[in-house]
C-alpha cells in the first residue's frame, strides 16, 4: 500500500518561506508533485515533476516556488519562496504510477498572515 507522508507546513508572515516534504512508500513513481486547497476552492496543481527532473508549475507561483525530487528517497520537495496570503491553503503531496493510478497525502496546511 502507498503512503505519502508530508511535513514542512505552518504558519509564515508574507515574504516569507517555508519547504515542504512528501516521502512516498513504494517505487517506481512516474511523476510526483503538489497540489492545494485553499477555502471553499478546488484543488489546484502547483507544481509536478517528472523522473526527469522535468518541472511544471502554476503560472501563480513560478518565479517563487521550486520544486525536486529525489528518486533514489522517493521524497519530493517543495520549496516556497515569497510567499503571499493567497498561497494559504492545504498543500497535498501527489504521486503517480501513471494509467489513472494517482496517490495522494493528507495535506499539510499553510497559513501566510501577518
Known amino acids: 500500500q502507498v503512503q505519502l507522508v508530508e511535513s514542512g507546513g505552518g504558519l509564515v508572515q508574507p515574504g516569507g518561506s517555508l519547504r515542504l516534504s512528501c516521502a512516498a512508500s513504494?517505487?517506481?513513481?512516474?511523476?510526483m508533485g503538489w497540489y492545494r486547497q485553499a477555502p471553499g476552492k478546488q484543488r489546484e496543481l502547483v507544481a509536478d515533476i517528472t523522473g526527469g527532473g522535468n518541472p511544471n508549475y502554476a503560472d501563480s507561483v513560478k518565479g517563487r516556488f521550486t520544486i525536486s525530487r529525489d528518486s533514489a528517497k522517493n521524497t519530493v520537495y517543495l520549496q516556497m519562496n515569497n510567499l503571499k496570503p493567497e498561497d494559504t491553503a492545504v498543500y497535498y503531496c501527489w504521486a503517480s504510477r501513471g494509467y489513472g493510478r494517482d496517490y495522494w497525502g493528507e495535506g499539510t496546511l499553510v497559513t501566510v498572515s501577518l
Open positions: 513504494g517505487s517506481s513513481f512516474y511523476a
